[in-house]
């Protein structure tokens, strides 16, 4: 196992030593078909795009395409991923700041995005060019302390980013600020290791500063600058920041945007950012994420398993692990391997997943002989450990996903499957077949066959 990454270029040189970053001819085009590209390897390959759209900032995508590149980035086996997270998110390492840092050896305090950023447009329908891969770390300007979260960031000017807040720690931050009058002080981070991008979904309770996370994932506190034009501190090693502020009680049209779901957010009134300076690297990287491909699904999954996983065993020892599968886009569907003891635990530990995040739809709970992370594999259990009468649970008006589009504003019912085995049958009912020896033959030695007579004769 490798140590943990701590900035964006040397995962990106780990990628090539591992076989898995690949370079595009140069001069792909930013509307479509970098994000083309990207959606056709996005579970194989990391992509670098070269002077995208004749820009010479270069692009990479697919950072992340599954989660085991995000156990080997955090220097962790696959297994050890979220116990890992979660331990970092219990044992968070502050940040220490520094005077000078890589992230501010070039600044512009005149600023036009489009033109010094090469800014990808993704999906068939959204409203244009979208920063997709930028932590939005703001302050509070009451305490001081600073909240990190990705916000789909819509170019809407030279200096402009219309950037949607859902109700949570930057929306509280802006309320803070627009009750003292005041604008708030943000900046958008282009270009971090995969630690510190993780960090920044956690979820954390406000005023917890997520940067503390990637200390403790990477082993050592991030190295935080200060701002040129306000006083939020960045992560000294980041590709690009861009400097601003979010002005009280302003709106602009921002949308649609293409979605985890799947489906498009439609173009609503949101926040607006106004850029005050860029700084960047010497030959900066841009990162983008392509909306609702497997990076954007695996950076909400990870976090959310972690915390699913640890507030279902708080209640239930019996639960060994969950997952939260692609095809429910990493959100919406959970399942559950449990160390079944008792008839009945099944559906309380469905209850309790559902009180655990309100993005859940259907809780699927297996026993450990079932393989969570196989899709087939669940879907057999349901076949042959369920039944619709007996085993299902559904809760109607119940608080849901708004980006769901069977919801109705948010409004949603939650469907949870037992399809665990019952105790007390005949072992033999529920013995799965099984040849001996099928794990151990050695498959080198069947030899191909060029001329099947010969064989058989
Ligand atoms: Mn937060």
């Known amino acids: 196992m490798r140590p943990p990454f701590r900035d964006l270029r040397s995962w990106l040189a780990y990628l090539a030593e591992t076989d898995r970053l690949y370079a595009a001819r140069p001069g792909v085009s930013l509307k479509y078909e970098l994000a083309a590209f990207s959606k056709r390897t996005e579970t194989k390959r990391a992509l670098i795009f070269p002077q995208p759209g004749g820009h ?42 520094v005077k000078s840092a890589p992230a501010q050896d070039v600044l512009h305090r005149k600023v036009d995005l489009a033109a010094m950023l090469p800014i990808p447009t993704h999906n068939a329908l959204d409203s ?146 106004r850029v005050t300076a860029i700084s960047h690297r010497k030959r900066p990287i841009f990162h983008t994420i392509v909306g609702g491909s497997m990076e954007h699904l695996i950076l909400g999954e990870i976090p959310r398993e972690a915390t699913l996983l640890a507030h279902l065993q708080r209640n239930f020892p019996e639960v060994k692990d969950v997952y939260l599968p692609r095809g ?33 739809k259907q809780v699927v709970v297996v026993d450990t002989d079932v393989n969570i992370h196989d899709p087939d594999e669940v879907q057999w259990a349901i076949a042959t450990r369920f039944q619709a009468d007996r085993d299902l649970i559904v809760v109607s008006g119940a608080q849901g996903s708004k980006l769901d589009p069977t919801a109705r504003d ?21 013995t799965r077949i099984s040849v001996p020896g099928q794990d151990e033959v050695d498959l080198s030695s069947l030899r191909k066959v060029e001329d099947a007579a010969s064989v058989l004769a």
């Open 128 to 273: 244009g060019a979208y920063i997709t891969a930028g932590l939005m770390i703001a302050r509070n300007p009451e305490t001081g302390v600073q909240n990190i979260s990705i916000h789909r960031c819509q170019v809407s000017g030279p200096d402009r980013l219309g950037v949607l807040l859902l109700p949570r720690h930057t929306m509280a931050y802006t309320h803070i600020a627009e009750r003292k009058g005041v604008a708030l002080e943000v900046a958008i981070v282009i270009g971090v290791d995969p630690a510190t991008l993780l960090s920044s979904q956690a979820i954390a309770p406000l005023d917890f500063d997520e940067l503390g996370i990637a200390g403790a994932l990477h082993g050592m506190p991030v190295e935080v600058v200060k701002c040129v034009s306000n006083e939020v501190r960045v992560p000294a090693g980041a590709e690009i920041v861009i400097e601003g502020t979010i002005a009280p009680h302003e709106r602009e049209p921002e949308g649609p945007f293409g979605e985890f779901p799947q489906y498009y957010g439609p173009r609503i009134d949101s926040h607006v950012m």
């Open 56 to 97: 010479a900032i270069p692009v990479v995508s697919n950072l992340l395409a599954d989660s085991k590149w995000m156990a080997d980035a955090l220097g962790v086996p696959q297994s050890q991923l979220l116990a890992r997270f979660q331990e970092a998110a219990r044992n968070p390492l502050a940040s220490v700041e």
């Open 328 to 360: 429910g886009v990493c959100r919406y569907h959970l399942v559950v391997q449990i160390e079944k003891r008792h008839e009945g635990q099944a559906k309380n530990i469905i209850m309790g997943a559902f009180g655990g995040h309100y993005d859940l």
């Open 410 to 430: 948010g409004v949603s019912a939650k469907m949870g499957l037992d399809a665990t085995k019952p105790l007390g049958v005949d072992p033999f009912v529920f």
